[in-house]
């Protein structure tokens, strides 16, 4: 029997408690041995749950116990978690977290001491819920180089761009639409201006290139920007928009941004919708990969975690390799970067045609009859550096959104 305490009773916190509960036969036969969930740390009382006799409010009585063998961090955020956590290690603890904040910002330095101490930390639920994205970069894939991952990484932003797309909806009615069914937070800027994504992409990236990728230094947008009239457009010329977080290795430069991309039926990202996650990966030896599925929720993410809680029962006082260096990637400049450009334009085509190419060169343009005195047209292949100077030369520009692939 291995005892665990979990740090948090929230959504996750009684999710892993219903997991582990519901399929208790299942996972005790997978992991060898039974686990008895010694102590739950919650600043609150649950005085009508039955957990509620496992409840504590002081960590240190968990830290103290030298019958706890793994503490399941979900309490998410930097502080306290991070000093739990470390704690935690630094007793020979082994931790599981869901916490991408604590993972993206830390991950090296807890991998590191982990391995000091012959323990484990492991997060495969931080990034994709309960898509399974760390265990295959860190350990199925590890024969190939990875040259590229691409990524829908938040529901609520997708949810929000399908809703968009299917009702007509403007962006700030799909967002509050979002937040009456729970899947977007009171304060979503985490979500809709690009945080959330970009803190996941950052660990994806430190674990697929081996150092230490700062979420800081990711360009990152979000989509609160995005207009109906954006998606007609872009659905006019054939194209989804998605917030995509993107990692690229490209002559030996590794570049990571996250931002609203158009991508056409031919991108395997193209028809995830609605809540749903999915994950490109492109190695240089096994060639494309896809990861898809619930990326966000209760139990989706709790069974994320009780399979690291089972991973780490196999491997009490054996440390898992994690290839993730502590040396900094300096990542390369996004002005440097190539794409297209989709961008919206008040006025006429016929009016304003020559103006633009004469900028730009040959665009394809196009009207909708149903949205007055604006045009959209897809630029030639530009670097950002190009696209920036170029548009400053020309008025009444409402938005402009960068073209993934055609």
């Known amino acids: 029997m291995v005892n665990i305490a979990i ?5 996750v916190g009684s999710g892993v408690v219903e997991v582990i509960q519901t399929n208790y036969d299942s996972i005790q036969k997978k992991a060898g041995q039974g686990i008895c969930i010694k102590y739950i740390l919650d600043l ?15 960590y240190d009585i968990i830290l103290n116990d030298k019958e706890i063998n793994i503490i399941v961090e979900v309490m998410g955020g930097l502080d306290p978690a991070y000093r739990f956590v470390k704690a935690a290690l630094e007793q020979g603890k082994s931790v599981v977290t869901s916490n991408k904040e604590l993972v993206a910002k830390y991950g090296s330095e807890l991998i590191a001491l982990a391995k000091a101490k012959n323990s484990n930390f492991l997060f495969e639920a931080s990034v994709g819920g309960g898509i399974p994205i760390i265990r295959p970069l860190n350990q199925s894939l ?28 403007e962006f700030a009615d799909a967002l ?10 009171r304060d979503p800027s985490a979500d809709i201006e690009g945080y959330d994504a970009c803190r996941k992409i950052a660990i994806l990236s430190s674990l697929a290139y081996g150092g230490q990728v700062d979420y800081e230094d990711i360009y990152t947008e979000g989509i609160s920007q995005i207009t109906r009239n954006d998606i007609w457009f872009t659905q006019k010329f054939g194209y989804e928009i998605k917030l995509l977080a993107s990692s690229k290795k490209i002559d030996g430069k590794i570049y990571v941004s996250v931002a609203p991309a158009l ?36 139990l989706p993410t709790a069974s994320a975690v009780v399979s690291d809680i089972v991973d780490e029962i196999k491997h009490l006082h054996t440390n898992i390799m994690t290839s993730w260096a502590s040396k900094k990637i300096e990542l390369g400049e996004i002005s440097e970067s190539k794409k297209k450009f989709f961008v919206r334009i008040e006025g006429k085509i016929k009016d304003r045609l020559e103006e633009i190419e004469r900028i730009f060169g040959i665009v394809n343009a196009i009207e909708i009859e149903e949205i007055e005195n ?31 692939s055609e």
Do not use: W
């Open 7 to 11: 740090l948090g009773y929230g959504t």
């Open 44 to 58: 609150r009382d649950f005085p009508n749950d039955p957990m509620q006799e496992k409840i504590v409010h002081d």
């Open 142 to 169: 590890t024969a190939d180089e990875i040259c590229e991952i691409i990524g829908i990484l938040n529901g609520t932003t997708n949810y929000i761009l399908t809703k968009m797309k299917q009702d007509g909806s």
């Open 176 to 185: 509050k639409e979002a937040q009456e069914l729970g899947f977007a937070e």
């Open 263 to 298: 991508i056409t039926e031919k991108n395997p990202l193209y028809s995830v919708f609605g809540v749903f996650n999915g994950i490109f990966v492109k190695g240089n030896v096994l060639g494309d990969v896809m990861f898809y599925g619930s990326g966000a929720g209760k």
């Open 374 to 404: 604006e045009f959209a047209f897809i630029t030639p292949i530009l670097t950002e550096k190009e696209f920036i100077q170029k548009k400053e030369r020309l008025s009444g520009i409402c938005n402009r959104i960068r073209v993934e």
